[in-house]
């Protein structure tokens, strides 16, 4: 059999062995052992591609960086607001480089150590040696900035911030001190981010993924509008101003965007449900959905991508 194909194979069971022995390992992690997701897939950011194409080449060929007289840097921070796709960079970059991607919510990791009560010291452990026998592997911790993820509350001041980041900088030294390991980190908080995470030999090269407006956002409509055709096999939207459907409306970010998009899209599907005659999707079938989405931003501080009606 191809290494190719065993490698998948293999980095999935070790993982999975690893985080059956650790719970908060297992709650906080995901691991895609063959990632397919490719840059194209990505609206905007262009100069955020252009570092995650960069960076790669510490994989696929680093004696690139020998004939210039540097070498790679030991990690990425990958820094901007929520739902602008540096999850979706960090997967890009594990497509690029043929490895395993492994994602680790910190903020989660973070509460499951501590209401968990796990033995740091053996998890540490058991992180370093399954990291070392794993296959080439892109690592994302995702949300550095544990203390105000709004996935936790947001704003978390009972949190040990001094034991919490001796234990993540210690997982995050581990990893990066790993041969076959990409490091990347992410943060939608990074004017709070500590310090510490972004000296030399940590993440040290800093990627913006600051969406320009309206082009990005328009440009991640159409990307995912042609992904739903392709799935469903068949034409789905007629000739749509995207433009106009994202107008002045900047209080979305891309992700967001891609909900209402396909919001619009479950609307249509209940309609064909209920009997009804249903049309492909247009500029005001969007710009309807457009219109709940602000009027759910009103009540709420930060709507739930998704969650509105």
Known sequence: ???????????????????????????????????????????????????????????????????????????????GGRSVGKRL?????????????????????????????AKVGELVAGWSETMQEMPPVTVLFNELEFSQAEEIGARRSDLPVGPVMDFL??????????EHALVVGATSHPDTLRRAFVQPGRLERIVECTPIFPGDVVATLRIHAEEAEKRAGHALFDAVDWSAVVGDYRAPA????????????????????????????????????????????????????????
């Open 254 to 309: 891309p992700g967001d965007w891609v909900h209402v998009l396909h919001a619009t899209l479950r609307r249509k599907a209940r309609c064909e449900a209920a009997g009804e005659r249903v049309a492909t999707v247009t500029t005001p079938d969007l710009l309807a959905e457009v219109a709940r989405w602000k009027q759910a931003a009103s009540r709420l501080a930060t709507p739930s991508p998704g969650n509105y009606v």
């Open 169 to 178: 900088l210690d997982l995050l030294d581990r990893t990066i001190a790993i």
């Open 89 to 117: 960079l960090a997967g890009a970059l594990a497509t690029l480089t043929h490895t395993s991607f492994l994602t680790v919510a910190v903020p989660r990791l973070v509460l499951e150590v501590i209401h968990r009560g």
């Open 1 to 79: 059999m191809p290494e190719t194909d065993i490698r998948p194979e293999r980095a999935q069971n070790l993982w999975a062995s690893f985080a059956r022995k650790f719970e908060p390992v297992a709650l906080a992690t995901s691991l895609d052992a063959q990632p397919d997701f490719e840059l194209s897939r990505i609206g905007g950011l262009v100069a955020a591609k252009e570092e995650i194409q960069t960076y790669a080449c510490a994989a696929t060929a680093p004696e690139i960086y020998a004939r210039w007289g540097t070498h790679p840097p030991s990690g990425l921070l990958l820094i």
